[in-house]
C-alpha cells in the first residue's frame, strides 16, 4: 500500500435544514485536516457559501465540475446542482430531502466509479426522502442495494462496537425475524469486518438475549432456548468465538462489553440505546459488509440547534477518521491474503 496516496474521501451533504452543513464545515475549518485527507464535498458552491456566511464559519473551498478533478490540500466542492435551494434551519421539508438525495446520490455514484475512496456521510431525515425512485428507509439500505456485499449496521468505537440482528423493524415482528439463518449470517459479517477492517485476529462476539434476562430459561419467552443457543452452540463447535446469549440489562452496566470485540444485539433500541449513552459525540455508524467504506455520525439532523451556530463536530471528525482508518486496514488486509508469504507470516 502505498502511504503517500492521499485518501479521496466524498461527503454527501445530508439534509441542508440540519446540522449536516455545519459540522461538515466546522470539521475543515481546522486546514490541518487536509493533511489527513483530500475532501470532497457533494452539493454546490453557492449551497456551502450560504452555509458557511450564515453560520460564521471561515472556511475555504475549491469548486470543481467531477469528484475527479478534486485537489489535494484543499475543500472540494462538487456541484451537483446550479440553482439555489431554499433553506429553512429547523424544518424537514421537501426540497431539503430531494438535495439530500441528489448530493447522495452524487456521492454513491462517484464511488462506485473510483473517482472517491470512501464515504461519510451527513445527516438526513428519512422522512422527507422520499421520492418516486427513492423508497429507502435510510442510508443503509440505498448503499446495500447500489454497492456489492450485504450490508450490516455497525455502531463503532475504538472500544465499542455493536451491530444488530434486527435493525429498523418493528418491535412486535423482531423475535420472528431472528432465526438460525439470520445469526450465522450476522456473525459472519461481523466476524469478516473485525478481521479485515479493525484487524483483529481472532474476533470475540457476544450475542444479547432476545427476551428479558435471556428468557429466564423460557419462563420469559422460548426464543433465547430454542433459537439463540442452540445456534450461538452450532457456532462455537465450528470454532467461532461467539458467546451468549447475555442479558442485556446488566451487560453493559457491569463492564461486560469490554471483555469482547464486538457485540450482536437482537433489535434496534436495545443495541443503539447503551451504544449512544456510552459513546454520545464519539461514536460513528459504519456499514460494514459492502465493498466500499461509509461512515457517518451517531446523530441526526438535530433540527432544534440547526442554524445555531453551535452544533458539535466530534462525531463526523470521528466518522472522517474511521473512514480512514478502515479504508487503510482494507488495503492492508488485501495485501496480507493476497500475498502467500505475508499471509504465512499472519497466521503464526
Given at each position: 500500500m502505498q502511504e503517500s496516496k492521499k485518501i479521496k474521501v466524498g461527503i454527501s451533504i445530508g439534509d441542508l435544514n440540519g446540522i449536516g452543513c455545519e459540522v461538515v464545515l466546522k470539521t475543515f475549518e481546522d486546514t490541518r485536516m487536509l493533511d489527513f485527507c483530500t475532501p470532497v464535498i457533494f452539493a454546490s458552491n453557492k449551497t456551502i457559501s450560504f452555509q458557511k456566511n450564515e453560520l460564521g464559519i471561515a472556511v475555504n473551498y475549491h469548486g470543481i465540475a467531477h469528484a475527479s478533478k478534486a485537489i489535494d490540500g484543499k475543500l472540494n466542492v462538487v456541484n451537483v446542482w446550479k440553482e439555489v435551494p431554499e433553506i429553512a434551519f429547523g424544518q424537514a421539508t421537501a426540497e431539503a430531502g430531494k438535495y439530500a438525495v441528489r448530493s447522495l446520490k452524487a456521492a454513491v455514484e462517484a464511488l462506485k466509479k473510483g473517482e472517491i475512496d470512501a464515504l461519510v456521510t451527513a445527516p438526513i431525515n428519512k422522512n422527507n426522502i422520499q421520492e418516486a425512485d427513492f423508497k429507502f428507509p435510510g442510508h443503509t439500505d440505498y448503499l446495500a442495494q447500489e454497492l456489492e456485499g450485504d450490508s450490516l449496521m455497525f455502531m463503532v468505537t475504538d472500544t465499542l462496537k455493536v451491530g444488530l440482528l434486527t435493525d429498523h423493524v418493528a418491535v412486535k415482528e423482531v423475535s420472528d425475524a431472528i432465526t438460525p439463518e439470520l445469526i450465522k449470517r450476522k456473525v459472519a459479517l461481523v466476524e469478516k469486518s473485525l478481521k479485515m477492517d479493525f484487524a483483529q485476529r481472532k474476533p470475540k462476539i457476544a450475542i444479547l438475549g432476545i427476551n428479558p434476562h435471556s428468557g429466564d430459561n423460557g419462563v420469559i419467552g422460548k426464543e433465547d432456548d430454542e433459537v439463540l443457543k442452540p445456534t450461538i452452540k452450532e457456532l462455537t463447535d465450528l470454532g467461532h468465538l461467539v458467546y451468549g446469549p447475555y442479558s442485556a440489562d446488566s451487560f453493559f452496566g457491569s463492564d461486560g462489553y469490554k471483555n469482547f470485540d464486538a457485540?450482536?444485539?437482537?433489535?434496534?433500541?436495545?443495541?443503539?440505546?447503551?451504544?449512544?449513552?456510552?459513546?454520545?459525540?464519539?461514536?460513528?455508524?459504519?456499514?460494514a459488509g459492502l465493498s466500499r467504506v461509509r461512515t457517518s455520525p451517531d446523530h441526526g439532523t438535530a433540527y432544534e440547534i440547526a442554524g445555531k451556530g453551535n452544533a458539535d463536530a466530534s462525531s463526523f471528525k470521528e466518522a472522517l477518521f474511521t473512514a480512514l482508518r478502515i479504508y487503510r486496514n482494507r488495503m492492508e488486509y488485501r495485501e496480507l491474503t493476497e500475498n502467500p508469504l505475508q499471509k504465512q507470516k499472519m497466521k503464526r
Amino acid at each position: 500500500m502505498q502511504e503517500s496516496k492521499k485518501i479521496k474521501v466524498g461527503i454527501s451533504i445530508g439534509d441542508l435544514n440540519g446540522i449536516g452543513c455545519e459540522v461538515v464545515l466546522k470539521t475543515f475549518e481546522d486546514t490541518r485536516m487536509l493533511d489527513f485527507c483530500t475532501p470532497v464535498i457533494f452539493a454546490s458552491n453557492k449551497t456551502i457559501s450560504f452555509q458557511k456566511n450564515e453560520l460564521g464559519i471561515a472556511v475555504n473551498y475549491h469548486g470543481i465540475a467531477h469528484a475527479s478533478k478534486a485537489i489535494d490540500g484543499k475543500l472540494n466542492v462538487v456541484n451537483v446542482w446550479k440553482e439555489v435551494p431554499e433553506i429553512a434551519f429547523g424544518q424537514a421539508t421537501a426540497e431539503a430531502g430531494k438535495y439530500a438525495v441528489r448530493s447522495l446520490k452524487a456521492a454513491v455514484e462517484a464511488l462506485k466509479k473510483g473517482e472517491i475512496d470512501a464515504l461519510v456521510t451527513a445527516p438526513i431525515n428519512k422522512n422527507n426522502i422520499q421520492e418516486a425512485d427513492f423508497k429507502f428507509p435510510g442510508h443503509t439500505d440505498y448503499l446495500a442495494q447500489e454497492l456489492e456485499g450485504d450490508s450490516l449496521m455497525f455502531m463503532v468505537t475504538d472500544t465499542l462496537k455493536v451491530g444488530l440482528l434486527t435493525d429498523h423493524v418493528a418491535v412486535k415482528e423482531v423475535s420472528d425475524a431472528i432465526t438460525p439463518e439470520l445469526i450465522k449470517r450476522k456473525v459472519a459479517l461481523v466476524e469478516k469486518s473485525l478481521k479485515m477492517d479493525f484487524a483483529q485476529r481472532k474476533p470475540k462476539i457476544a450475542i444479547l438475549g432476545i427476551n428479558p434476562h435471556s428468557g429466564d430459561n423460557g419462563v420469559i419467552g422460548k426464543e433465547d432456548d430454542e433459537v439463540l443457543k442452540p445456534t450461538i452452540k452450532e457456532l462455537t463447535d465450528l470454532g467461532h468465538l461467539v458467546y451468549g446469549p447475555y442479558s442485556a440489562d446488566s451487560f453493559f452496566g457491569s463492564d461486560g462489553y469490554k471483555n469482547f470485540d464486538a457485540i450482536l444485539a437482537a433489535y434496534h433500541d436495545q443495541g443503539l440505546i447503551p451504544f449512544k449513552t456510552l459513546s454520545f459525540g464519539k461514536g460513528v455508524n459504519f456499514t460494514a459488509g459492502l465493498s466500499r467504506v461509509r461512515t457517518s455520525p451517531d446523530h441526526g439532523t438535530a433540527y432544534e440547534i440547526a442554524g445555531k451556530g453551535n452544533a458539535d463536530a466530534s462525531s463526523f471528525k470521528e466518522a472522517l477518521f474511521t473512514a480512514l482508518r478502515i479504508y487503510r486496514n482494507r488495503m492492508e488486509y488485501r495485501e496480507l491474503t493476497e500475498n502467500p508469504l505475508q499471509k504465512q507470516k499472519m497466521k503464526r
